[in-house]
């Protein structure tokens, strides 16, 4: 049987990538390490969200003559990059480097409707983050049958955002640019499998990544240095990802996946930010309650059921349903959707026996987040600000290319 088509259509066509709960665009994968001998691999993906929904605050914003509370689009199209090489350099060693960009936002949020005034921009929030992820995999076979790796990972991450509007109360015209800072994880599994069958199965760790970052923060366009400058501890989370094929019969190939995420454990809470609110909840206790500036209330779980068909030896096509469970956070500008089911479709292409050219489409529904009820003032919290959320949807594209050697 001829099973190395098996093998990378596993991957599914659309490069790794998906609106998944929390910051995660990537579900981090190591794939292309498990492929057998020496591969090379690059892949790019973009997607397109229609993601809004109606403001809070309706009543206040009806006596000044607003009559449009829609959001309008809060997540602007992003694009993502991934590359990977496989080296086994002797039959029971193997090494891998892995490059994706594993947390990423890009929200804008201008609400500036018509008052009696004239257009007014009432609120605004932007949020954006970026990460670039290297992973170095390090794997010996015992047996043709057993792998077991371990690893490092480098990963870079900053980002900023800027809150301003009625939705984020004293906390109104708040500014935080983190600067970057890199930090080190590290990586290990075990897999079995039967390349005979294209019968593979996987379970890998990855370790929380500690950054220290610096942030700057202001609120008006003035420093704050309310308290002494330190960094701000931002841990992402801790994941195990479970991954499986098998063969069907020569032509077709089931795969699966599945992933937990530790975003229960995830926070982000600037110095500054934080000893201001601890005083304001000090002298309001029974109006402001204490919370972070961006924290997830569950962990993630995600799934992932697809098949693959060979038409001839190539072409194949590939199909599969995604779904995601979300972070339990309620519905605010920063957080408009919780979880998503997905359906992707893809093609493959062969120009020659160890070379492959692979592209594909991927449709999201995004679930609604929870609505909040507002009735406790929560000063700033991102989760308090939405009044309804709309039937969001997204769509990505993605192209991967892939070589043997």
């Not at 990977?84 to 350099?89: F, P, T």
């Not at 339990?328 to 089911?341: F, I, Q, R």
């Not at 309804?388 to 594209?397: F, Q, R």
Request: aromatic share 14%.
């Amino acid at each position: 049987m001829n099973i190395q088509w098996l093998g990378t259509a596993s991957l599914g066509m659309l490069p790794v990538f998906c609106m998944a709960a929390g910051l995660e665009k990537s579900d981090q994968s190591i794939h292309a390490f498990l492929e057998g001998g020496n591969y090379l691999e690059l892949s790019y993906a973009q997607l397109h969200a229609n993601v809004s929904g109606q403001v809070s605050h309706q009543e206040e914003l009806q006596k000044i003559g607003v009559q449009d509370f829609s959001t309008g689009d809060l997540i602007q199209p992003y694009s993502m990059l991934n590359a990977a090489i496989k080296i086994q350099y002797q039959p029971k060693l193997s090494l891998a480097f892995i490059y994706d960009q594993p947390y990423a936002a890009n929200l804008k949020y201008d609400y500036s409707p018509h008052t009696t005034l004239g257009k007014q921009s009432l609120e605004s929030a932007q949020f954006d983050v970026n990460s670039h992820n290297l992973s170095s995999i390090f794997g010996y076979q015992p047996t043709p049958n057993w792998n077991i790796y371990s690893g490092f990972a480098i990963q870079d991450f900053k980002g900023y955002l800027n809150l301003n509007g009625l939705s984020y109360s004293v906390m109104s015209g708040y500014e935080a640019q983190f600067k970057p800072d890199t930090a080190l994880g590290w990586i290990t599994g075990l897999s079995y499998q039967r390349p005979e069958y294209a019968l593979q199965a996987a379970i890998t760790y990855r370790s929380e990544i500690k950054h220290q970052s610096h942030i700057n923060e202001s609120i008006q366009g003035q420093t704050l240095l309310y308290t002494p400058e330190q960094s701000t501890t931002i841990k992402t989370p801790q994941s195990i990802n479970i991954d499986f094929r098998s063969a069907l019969n020569k032509n077709n190939l089931l795969y699966s996946s599945l992933r937990w995420v530790n975003w229960k454990n995830f926070e982000i809470q600037p110095t500054q930010f934080d000893a201001i609110l601890n005083t304001v909840v000090e002298q309001y206790p029974d109006l402001v309650q204490h919370f972070n500036l961006i924290d997830y209330q569950d962990d993630q779980w995600s799934a992932k059921l697809g098949i693959a068909h060979r038409f001839t030896e190539q072409w194949v096509m590939s199909t599969d349903a995604s779904w995601d469970s979300g972070t339990g956070n309620p519905a605010g500008t920063l957080n408009p959707s919780d979880g998503y089911y997905a359906f992707a479709l893809g093609v493959m292409y062969y120009p020659r026996p160890k070379s492959f050219i692979a592209t594909g489409v991927k449709y999201f529904k995004l679930q609604k987040a929870d609505v909040m009820n507002q009735s406790t003032l929560i000063t700033g919290n991102q989760n308090t600000n939405l009044n309804t959320v709309n039937n969001n949807d997204a769509i990505a594209y993605g192209l991967r290319i892939g070589h043997f050697f």
